[in-house]
């Protein structure tokens, strides 16, 4: 069985076989990978991130910023990558975030910390994104 790149899984089996088992949980199950392990925590590199599922283009590396919450952080998405769901599990009222291409849980989103001017913060799971370095 080979899945076409391009083409997107329709049920969560063919999800499983294009995904690691970490990946899956994450993304497609809503998983929370734990603080400080993801490869993109403190990343600098000038990039766009892509969803790791889809490869849609989610964020911009101009847009990430130091947090010190132990995930990548970024202050915006491109415009219409990400859709936000109210989220009320755990007892808490959070957003979550997931791609608007595919569904696939990214993290979620939190407003008034005042961390940059835009005072938004994307928190993102690491496994749930992939930088494409920029071509220098
Ligand atoms: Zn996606």
Redesign the pocket.
Known sequence: MSLDENELPRTEDEWRIRLTPEEFRVLREAGTERPWTGEYVDTKTPGVYH?R????ELFRSDDKFDSHCGWPSFDDAIPGAVKEIPDHTLGMARVEIR?A??D?HLGHVFEGEGFTPKDTRHCVNSLSIRLEPKQV
């Open positions: 969803c599922a889809c490869g849609a791609c291409r595919c696939s």
